[in-house]
């Protein structure tokens, strides 16, 4: 009579050394999320311009909010090439 197959836990598989690419399925939810933080940002833009009269506090508010958009972008790439600060 044949045994009954045991699941698998994640201790008792060892570690496999795959490589993953861009492609790999995270990097995808990543650059979404990237995407979702630039759409925000854009209609924080569109808000601001409609609401804040003033020019020097529409300018100031606009400029933090270009900040945070490229802090965005550049993390994105921190986090998809971590071993390139390295070099």
């Known amino acids: 009579m044949g045994k009954w197959l045991k699941p698998t836990d994640c ?6 050394e795959v490589r993953r ?3 790999f399925p995270v990097h995808h939810e990543f650059v979404s999320r990237l995407s979702i ?7 924080l833009g569109m808000l601001t ?19 945070f958009a490229v802090k965005s972008v550049l993390r994105r790439n921190e ?8 070099e």
């Open 11 to 16: 201790k008792s598989v060892p570690p496999s």
């Open 21 to 23: 690419f861009e492609s």
């Open 37 to 43: 933080a630039l759409v925000c940002y854009v209609v």
């Open 49 to 67: 311009w409609a609401t804040i009269a003033d020019p020097k506090f529409r300018a100031g508010t606009l400029a933090i909010l270009a900040l």
């Open 79 to 86: 986090v998809l090439h971590p071993d390139k600060d390295a």
